[in-house]
């Protein structure tokens, strides 16, 4: 289960925030070439209220402006948590169950560009998982302390039905007598590659071992035979809790990120090695030793708290001072120091901070833990909720430029209202 201080720290966060979003007037004007195809819809989540923390599901053909009004709109969803991913033109909302099963519910988008409910389906809850082909790979962590059996779904996106199963040994994974607590999972040719730290369990997250190593699984697609587990000793754990750290780019090279937020028993961060990108060459299962890029160094000690691929080699890194072991953005916002925005190209080495974001300290939180968008030409789109210099409460989705490392703001709700995520959802009949 979540540890007690996140769940606070969560709730804390809701009371900052409120929800929502609005379909737009189909009969605005068409879109700009950094906005959906006619074809296409975004699909934004929000939540709706302190009182009620659960996201509910919007849609809008914009995210360069306009308002997303809540009164009367939107889909409204049970549950507390969720976790979204687009595949096969459709959007999953996994519900986060916590101990308990997850429910998923699936839609998609008609020719008018609203969202129609689809067949849903039950799993246990979910806490890393990938699109593959039309499949959906879905990762139930071994996480409590008397567990020690990973579970692994497949999902056929067509039929939406589980289409197979099976289980991997978290224990004799690690070789350590710890859990392998899977941070994400990613395919990578035919191959699934599974960043994982070492825990005692996930009620801490904790490790007796050394936290200055990464540690990625390598598994056969379908079949999830077990490889072997890759190794880098220059920087330390990948990614984070829901938080992920491994992206493949237009060239099928792996990138994979140190983000050195994985503690011992004693809650603390190791600094022998830095924060920073390592490679894996496309066709091969193995670092490439020749590459290598400091963020430590360039970031003047900040951490990566979460990643958004913007194509050309451009990543859009959401950086704090001071490490937190569940990657929570709005922890770091509002106790550690301030969220800072920063574009790293792992080709050519640039680092730049972006200006034209609100102010590190006036962030609360940003959608973190869910998706946020990238067209994959150098820009992004990431919701931020912070607190404007007349101390008003905004949520607004902000546009980031690689090129130029700036950010313009775009669409915002009411002021009633937190945007939580951001995916764009193919249009089908």
Excluded at 39 to 44: A, H, K, N, P
Excluded at 142 to 155: G, H, I, L, M, N
Excluded at 353 to 370: D, E, L, M, N, Q
Aim: hydrophobic residues 35%.
């Amino acid at each position: 289960m979540k540890k007690s201080n996140f769940i606070v720290l969560s709730l804390l966060a809701l009371i900052f925030l409120g929800a929502c979003s609005k379909n737009k007037d189909h009969n605005e004007p068409e879109p700009t070439p950094t906005e959906p195809k006619k074809d296409s819809v975004f699909v934004l989540t929000a939540a709706k209220s302190a009182l009620a923390p659960v996201d509910a599901i919007y849609t809008s053909n914009t995210l360069d402006s306009g308002i997303l009004i809540t009164e009367g709109t939107g889909i409204e969803q049970t549950g507390t948590y969720h976790n979204y991913i687009v595949n096969n033109g459709k959007f999953f909302s996994l519900m986060f169950g916590q101990a308990n099963p997850g429910a998923v519910s699936v839609f998609k988008a008609g020719t008018d560009k609203r969202l129609t409910a689809l067949q849903s389906f039950q799993t246990e809850t979910m806490t890393a998982f990938t699109k593959a082909g039309d499949d959906l790979l879905l990762i139930k962590n071994a996480w409590q302390p008397e567990e020690q059996y990973t579970k692994w779904y497949r999902v056929d996106t067509k039929t939406l039905q589980i289409v197979a199963q099976g289980e991997i040994d978290a224990v004799a994974l690690t070789g350590k007598g710890e859990k392998a607590f899977f941070t994400d999972v990613k395919l990578v040719g035919d191959k699934i590659f599974a960043p994982f730290w070492p825990v005692e369990s996930g009620k801490n997250f904790a490790t007796n071992y050394s936290q200055d190593s990464t540690y990625i699984a390598v598994y056969s697609y379908p079949n999830m035979t077990l490889e072997k587990v890759i190794t880098d000793s220059r920087t330390g754990g990948i990614g984070a809790y829901y938080t992920s750290g491994i992206e493949v780019d237009e060239k099928g090279d792996t990138y994979v990120l140190g983000t050195k937020l994985n503690w011992n028993k004693s809650s603390k961060y190791s600094t022998t090695t830095p924060v920073a990108f390592a490679k894996i060459k496309s066709g091969t299962t193995e670092y490439d030793k020749s590459y290598f890029y400091n963020i430590t160094d360039v970031s003047g000690g900040q951490y990566v708290y979460s990643k958004l691929y913007l194509g050309k080699g451009y990543f859009l890194l959401t950086m704090c001072p001071q490490p937190y072991v569940y990657a929570t953005v709005m922890y770091g916002a509002l106790l550690y120091g301030g969220i800072n925005f920063a574009i790293a190209n792992v080709y050519d080495g640039s680092f730049k901070w972006v200006t034209g974001a609100p102010a590190p300290k006036k962030i609360t939180t940003t959608s973190g833990y869910s998706p946020s968008y990238s067209p994959l030409n150098g820009t992004g789109y990431i919701p931020i909720y912070y607190t404007d210099t007349d101390n008003k409460a905004r949520s607004v989705v902000f546009k980031f430029d690689a090129a130029t490392a700036t950010a313009t703001p775009g669409l915002e709700t009411d002021g009633k209202a937190a945007i939580t995520s951001i995916s764009m959802l193919p249009v089908t009949d």
